[in-house]
Structure formats: C-alpha cells, structure tokens
C-alpha cells in the first residue's frame, strides 16, 4: 500500500472512484455526492494543485483525499477551535465501494493527520454530511469534534457538519 500525489494520468481513475463513491452512496439513501460533484474538472483542478492524493494497493488506485491549506467560502460562519492561518483542510475521502470498511478511509486519515504534524499545521478541519452518520462516527472516533454546520446547495439541501482536530497545540 502506498500513498502519493496523483496525477494527470491518475484522472480517470480518481473520477471512477468519486462516480462509484457517489453511486454507493445513493443507493444506501446518502444524496451526499451527485452526477455533478465531485467533478471531473473539480478532480483535476485538484491534481492541477498538487493536493490530491492516492491511496494505490497492487498498482491500482483504490482510495483518494484532498488536502489543502484553501478554506471554502462557505467555512466563513464557523467558529473554529483555533485561529485562521496554518490549518490543513481535508476534502473528498473516497475509498472505492469494493474496498470499504477495510481500514483504508483510516490509513488515508492516518496519512492526513502525518502530513499534518510534520508540516506543522495546528489543526486539521473538514466537513461531513449530516445525513452520512458513518462518517460521522468515523471522524469523532479519531477525536474530531462537530461545530456548526455549513450548506453546500449544489450537492444537497441537507447541512453539513463541520469538524475540528486540534494539533501541535
């Protein structure tokens, strides 16, 4: 197993992922990802930025996640556990269906959390939909705590949930 940027390359492959991701979700009831999100334009906009990376077991792509120091706009309400500045931002953890609940989304946020400590950013902040109570569970597991919750129309009507891990504090 190993992790590392993506590539051009890597485009149609991370968009399989995300287009699979968003099927699994859909059929067990979670409208938390569309035919429009994440986009392809969004993924290689992504990979253009050099903050997506690959979870790859055997050569094959399996899993991805995002991480960047951008805050979405509509973060702007929220009222964090720590002060705007060296904070990493996670966005778009996706394990392909086949290979879900197998630890990978962990090793994936075992990875984020590293890259976060080494670069010594002060925390680690995200969003997770409100209807997807696995996720949930999942990052307040890791020690993640919920804030307040911020609305992203063009994927659904319901809120998501903010979350927080502080780091090097």
């Known amino acids: 197993m190993q992790i590392k940027k993506a590539f051009i390359k890597d485009l149609e492959q991370v968009y399989s992922i995300t287009k699979n991701c968003a099927n699994h979700l859909i059929k067990n009831g979670i409208i938390q990802w569309s035919s429009n999100y994440p986009s392809i334009k969004?993924?290689?906009?992504?990979?253009?930025?050099?903050?997506?990376?690959?979870?790859?077991?055997?050569?094959?792509i399996i899993g991805i996640i995002v991480l960047t120091e951008e805050e979405d706009l509509a973060y702007a309400s929220v009222k964090w556990l720590t002060k705007k500045g060296k904070n990493l931002y996670v966005h778009r953890l996706a394990?392909?269906?086949?290979?879900?609940?197998?630890?990978?989304g962990q090793k994936l946020m075992d990875f984020a959390e590293a890259y976060a400590k080494k670069n010594k950013y002060v925390s680690i902040r995200l969003d997770t939909f409100s209807e997807n109570e696995r996720n949930q569970k999942f990052y307040e597991h890791r020690g993640y705590k919920k804030l307040s919750k911020v609305y992203f129309p063009n994927q659904s009507k319901a809120p998501f949930y903010c979350y927080e891990k502080q780091l090097n504090v």
Do not use: R
């Open 42 to 60: 969004i993924l290689k906009n992504d990979i253009v930025l050099n903050q997506l990376w690959k979870l790859e077991e055997a050569g094959k």
């Open 95 to 104: 394990v392909h269906p086949t290979f879900q609940a197998m630890g990978y």
